[in-house]
T-cell receptor, first 114, second 113 residues
Framework: DAGVTQSPTHLIKTRGQQVTLRCSPKSGHDTVSWYQQALGQGPQFIFQYYEEEERQRGNFPDRFSGHQFPNYSSELNVNALLLGDSALYLC?????????????FGSGTRLTVV | DQQVKQNSPSLSVQEGRISILNCDYTNSMFDYFLWYKKYPAEGPTFLISISSIKDKNEDGRFTVFLNKSAKHLSLHIVPSQPGDSAVYFCAAAANFGNEKLTFGTGTRLTIIP
């Protein structure tokens, strides 16, 4: 049973560039959430997608945007990269409905902005 | 504003003894709490959870205790094993169902053989 798959695993970008990170949810899951984990910190919620729409959003600027496709996979886009965007980006999938907090996380994409 | 706090960045425990990891929260809207374990180069994996209507939940070697009045929860691991060495994150959510998780900063647990 495939879990959550994220690509790429590592990425190096230059300040000002744009980046797209990808996530395939666990089989049977229909909701995708994205988190940013800076070094030494806990994961911080970016946003959540369900039925191809952004359902919830954390305290992140509009430079962070996303998309969910009909097959439930998702992309996270970050524009005008800043050095402070360097972090581990985690994708988590779940099944919509009451009592769903047991997200399955991917291994993450390590983004380095230079 | 750190709404979920894990004040111990690290903890070392002898194999076979009890490991106790602590977590405090400030947001009264939180009513569901989870513990995740994270190994290097892997995503967090769910360990155990507790709803605010309970004060204890047990799963094998892992027990989570919730003290709502003190806004405090703890994770007990008994007996501790070398494979338990990892970073442990406490997380909290409001409501009940697919709500965003607010994480603490984590505690690195090292089990000494």
């Amino acid at each position: 049973d495939a879990g959550v798959t994220q690509s790429p695993t590592h990425l190096i970008k230059t300040r000002g560039q744009q980046v797209t990170l990808r996530c395939s949810p666990k089989s049977g899951h229909d909701t995708v959430s994205w988190y940013q984990q800076a070094l030494g910190q806990g994961p911080q919620f970016i946003f959540q997608y369900y039925e191809e729409e952004e359902r919830q959003r954390g305290n992140f600027p509009d430079r962070f945007s996303g998309h969910q496709f009909p097959n439930y996979s998702s992309e996270l886009n970050v524009n005008a990269l800043l050095l402070g965007d360097s972090a581990l980006y985690l994708c988590a999938s779940s099944l919509a409905g009451p009592g769903t907090h047991q997200y399955t996380f991917g291994s993450g994409t390590r983004l380095t902005v230079v | 504003d750190q709404q979920v706090k894990q004040n111990s960045p690290s903890l070392s425990v002898q194999e076979g003894r009890i490991s106790i990891l602590n977590c405090d929260y400030t947001n009264s809207m939180f009513d569901y709490f989870l513990w995740y374990k994270k190994y290097p180069a892997e995503g967090p994996t769910f360990l155990i959870s507790i709803s605010s209507i309970k004060d204890k939940n047990e799963d094998g070697r892992f027990t989570v205790f919730l003290n709502k009045s003190a806004k405090h929860l703890s994770l007990h691991i008994v007996p501790s094993q070398p494979g338990d060495s990892a970073v442990y994150f406490c997380a909290a959510a409001a409501n009940f169902g697919n709500e965003k998780l607010t994480f603490g900063t984590g505690t690195r647990l090292t089990i000494i053989p």
